[in-house]
């Protein structure tokens, strides 16, 4: 079994139908923008997931199109909405055929200060973050970020998380099962907060993502711990 890295690759083009964290997230046109079941807000837009291969869980459909993953969580009030939780409401995540997308549009304004304001920038990361995919021949995400940071020179922190493969968690296996079938859903990606703090993901100081789908039923979950 391998494990593939998501490396950080540079500066990344924020409308880009790849692999990112940040930029702005693409979409079937008419797709409404989500909002936080508890503030009501508008959400963050956090990451796009494109499967590099078609054997991965999200990879294909029945009709032999790709899907892509869009992750948002609500930031409007960091730790009040439950936005770690799977079930709560306070993230998102959506699985969209990869044909005909396109980027969504930002919320108008809500009132004076609100989210919509300076380009919705509270509705986005602060950097889009390009990836680079890195394969290992080990299950053990841990030790292939280390053997990774070892061989490149690179600092793990530059490790955006794994593509596939089995979570590593942190507190204990939160694997989901899936809201129409019932099955265990499959890892689509791991993510880690990123390099930069000043324009990382909020996993609650050094914590890991987990989104998962279940392809057949086209459902998607994301949580996080730390």
């Not at 992750?71 to 044909?99: I, Y």
């Not at 970020?145 to 490149?152: M, T």
Request: glycine share 16%.
């Amino acid at each position: 079994m391998t494990t593939t890295l998501m490396t950080y690759a540079g500066p990344g083009e924020p409308e880009a139908l790849a692999t990112r964290t940040g930029g702005s997230p693409l979409a079937p046109p008419g797709t409404a923008w989500p909002r936080c079941a508890t503030c009501g807000g508008a959400m963050r837009f956090l990451a796009q997931i494109v499967p590099d291969e078609p054997d991965r869980p999200i990879g294909r459909d029945h009709a032999g199109a790709g899907l892509v993953l869009a992750v948002f969580m609500c930031q409007n009030d960091p730790g009040m909405c439950e936005e770690w939780s799977p079930t709560a409401g306070g993230n998102r995540a959506l699985l969209f055929p990869s044909d005909a997308l396109r980027p969504m549009p930002v919320p108008e304004p809500e009132g004076e200060g609100g989210q919509g304001g300076d380009g919705g920038a509270a509705l986005r990361l602060g950097a889009v973050n390009a990836v680079t995919l890195v394969s290992l021949p080990t299950d053990d995400y841990a030790g292939a970020r280390e053997e990774w940071a070892g061989r490149s020179g690179n600092d793990p922190a530059n490790v955006l998380g794994q593509l596939g493969g089995r979570p590593d968690w942190i507190q204990g296996d939160e694997t989901p099962t899936c809201p129409d079938c019932a099955r265990p859903m499959d890892l689509v990606a791991q993510l880690e907060e990123g390099p930069d703090h000043a324009t990382a993901m909020n996993f609650g100081g050094g914590g890991s993502a987990y989104a998962f789908a279940c392809g057949p039923c086209a459902r998607a979950v994301f949580l996080w711990q730390c």
